[in-house]
């Protein structure tokens, strides 16, 4: 959400530089270009979905037979997830503004990769629905 924030100084931005010529146009400028950018970041960001037979999360996509433990973490322990405790091996989903995480091992045995971390704002639901084998779109 913090990012549309920022994305909303061009309202104030684009009025002011073209105030001097056009107040009204500054302003449709402003709104303008924070309505375009707001719709490319909303389009442009990376979906988790759970399916009956699969997980996604951007444009991975594992079948939930390979899912083992699901683990949430959030705060600090987020943050060492995140950094000292994280395996390089692992496939991550990280969204710099979303500090929950929520960690998928994976029993694939010929897949190297030991585990997913995710960033979501719904870890609890996405492990539940993970653990009890629903499907949900997140």
Known sequence: MGVYLIVAFAIPFFTLTLAPFSLPLGLIVG???????????????????????????????????????????????????????????????????IDPVVKISLTDPSDPTPYWLISTRRPKQLTEVLRAGRSVAT
């Open 31 to 97: 709104f303008a270009v924070f309505a375009t950018i707001s719709v490319l970041l909303h389009a442009a960001s990376p979906r988790i979905a759970v399916t009956a037979t699969t997980l996604s999360a951007g444009k991975a996509v594992i079948d939930r037979t390979f899912i083992g433990t699901v683990s949430a973490y959030s705060g600090e322990s987020a943050r060492e997830e995140r950094g000292l405790k994280l395996d390089a091996r692992a496939w991550t989903l990280f969204r710099g503004f």
